[in-house]
């Protein structure tokens, strides 16, 4: 019998506000930012090896400075900007960046990476990242899963799974208490645990720290405190130690929404987002606002990269029909961001230029 040793984490991310000295120089700059909610550099169970890759796409026709910030797990992370590497991406160049946190930073275990590139002129400072978490250990290792993904459900029905929650954190300024719990398939709470997070961090926990109770199917849900003036976002991933499978399925934090949610269509056509871009304005939302975005398909099937910071887990395909709707409510804290999306799908000639962003404002 194979004997597999998949780990199951949850991650909580949120928003990172810029510094107040920051605050001051770039209050009227949109800044196009996003982060990575979890990188590894570890070795797991099993004799595995799990390692990021990390992949940043310059869209422009101009050279482009992404700088990346490491935010080690388990700490307090307010003085993030220290830990600046400017990447350098040549006009419409990219970089793909093996074990960002050994390279990097020198770091190891668990971490966050934030990525940012604020506009000048001409320049919206928009960017693509892609960040894979991957067994190295295994020679017959594939290409591992990218963060984020999206994955609907969670099964531990093996009894030999080993499970981590990991949370990654809110709020600059104090620790976030947050309540995860796990759902029964009719809705009902099987289990529930606090976890505090320290400023702009994550933490790891394993599931069956939640409960011991062995179950075939369940869901997560993540509750902020409602006092927290920032944005949470978790996931669960499910990484095979024998045969480097990963799965990892974003979780969106629950925050009780005002009914009546402003709808906002966007046209998805042939290699263009109606608003969103390229070659149309961003979807611009007001911060303290909640939002249905529908995304739809008039010619093809399109797919939509996951946007965490907004709680978008994204829609491998969606097509004339069947629209991919998501609802979204930005936070003040994200007042002036930016993020970016991509099409996921190949849909002709023209899909490696197709993306968008929104805009909050
Ligand atoms: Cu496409």
């Known amino acids: 019998m194979r004997r597999t040793f998949p780990i199951l984490l949850l991650c ?27 990188v590894a550099s570890t070795p797991g169970a099993g004799g595995s090896q799990f390692v990021s890759l990390l992949s940043i796409v310059n869209p422009h026709p101009f050279s482009l400075t992404v700088t990346a910030y490491y935010l080690p797990g388990g700490a307090d992370n307010r003085g993030f900007r220290a830990t600046a590497r400017p990447i350098v991406l040549p006009a419409n160049g990219s970089t793909r960046i093996n074990d960002p946190m050994a390279a990097l930073w020198g770091a190891s275990g668990l ?41 609907s459900g969670i099964r531990a029905s093996d009894r030999g799974w080993a499970a981590d929650v990991q949370s990654d954190a809110p709020d600059s300024s104090s620790p976030a208490t947050v309540r995860v719990e796990i759902l029964a398939e009719t809705g009902n709470v099987m289990a529930a645990k606090d976890y505090t997070i320290p400023p702009l961090s994550l933490i790891q926990d394993a599931v069956t720290n939640i409960t011991v109770t062995s179950f075939s199917h369940a869901s997560l849900r993540v509750t902020p405190p409602a006092s927290l003036n920032g944005q949470i976002i978790g996931y669960v991933a499910v990484a095979d130690n024998a ?31 109606a608003p969103g871009g ?59 961001a930016r993020f970016s999306f991509t099409c996921v799908r190949f849909c002709g000639a023209g899909h490696g230029g197709m993306y968008g962003s929104i805009e909050i404002i």
């Open 111 to 151: 971490g966050t990476i934030y990525l940012e590139s604020p506009p000048g002129p001409g320049n919206d400072g928009t960017f693509v990242v892609d960040s894979r978490l991957l067994n190295v250990a295994n020679p017959n290792a594939t290409y591992g899963l990218s963060v984020p993904a999206t994955l």
């Open 243 to 273: 045969t480097s499978d990963a799965a990892v399925s974003a979780i969106l934090a629950y925050t009780p929404q005002a009914a009546g949610a402003r709808p906002i269509t966007i046209e998805v056509s042939r290699y263009r987002f």
């Open 12 to 38: 909580l991310a949120s928003t990172i506000p810029p510094l107040a000295a920051e605050e001051e120089r770039t209050e009227d700059l949109p800044t196009s930012a996003t982060y990575v909610p979890v």
């Open 278 to 336: 390229p070659d149309r304005p961003p979807i611009q939302l007001e911060a303290g606002v909640a939002y249905e975005l529908r995304f739809h398909s008039v010619d093809a099937t399109h797919g939509l990269s996951g946007i965490p910071q907004l709680g978008i887990s994204g829609s491998a395909a969606f097509s004339p029909g069947s629209d991919y709707v998501v609802l979204v409510a930005p936070t003040v804290l994200q007042r002036g």
